[in-house]
């Protein structure tokens, strides 16, 4: 059984950056991702990795978010620069089910907990 555990989130101001860390249990060798959740907005995978380390990322973040593995630490990340309000959001780390990536939300079957990440001055 896969269990997720993202860690990162912070306030931060317009223009700054962080970093996520998703620490993983289980079946990871297939797609993983990173999904955010704003009140009043749908869901959005920002970004994923599938298992050969091809990436996919969404135009809204394209050029400011990065998203990288370590396989033998089993973690997931994301580097994010030049962070705006509109990244405000619970980013939440996410395992797609077999042989499927990409950016569409319906795949991603098993979620962590969720890290909150607030861009405000």
């Known amino acids: 059984e896969v269990q997720l555990t993202e860690s990162g989130g912070d306030l931060v101001q317009p223009g700054g950056s962080l970093r996520l860390s998703c620490v993983a249990s289980?079946?990871?060798?297939?797609?993983m991702g990173w999904i955010r959740q704003a009140p009043g907005k749908e869901r959005e995978v920002v970004a994923s990795i599938d298992r050969n380390g091809n990436t996919y990322v969404a135009a809204s973040v394209k050029g400011r978010f990065t998203v990288s593995k370590d396989n033998a630490a089993n973690t997931l990340y994301l580097e994010m620069i030049n962070l705006q309000p509109d990244d405000t959001a619970t980013y939440y780390c996410?395992?797609?089910?077999?042989?499927?990536?990409?950016?569409?939300?319906?795949?991603?079957?098993?979620w962590g907990q969720g890290t909150q990440v607030t861009v405000s001055s």
């Open positions: 996410a395992v797609a089910r077999p042989w499927v990536c990409g950016l569409i939300v319906h795949i991603f079957e098993t």
């Open positions: 289980g079946d990871t060798t297939g797609c």
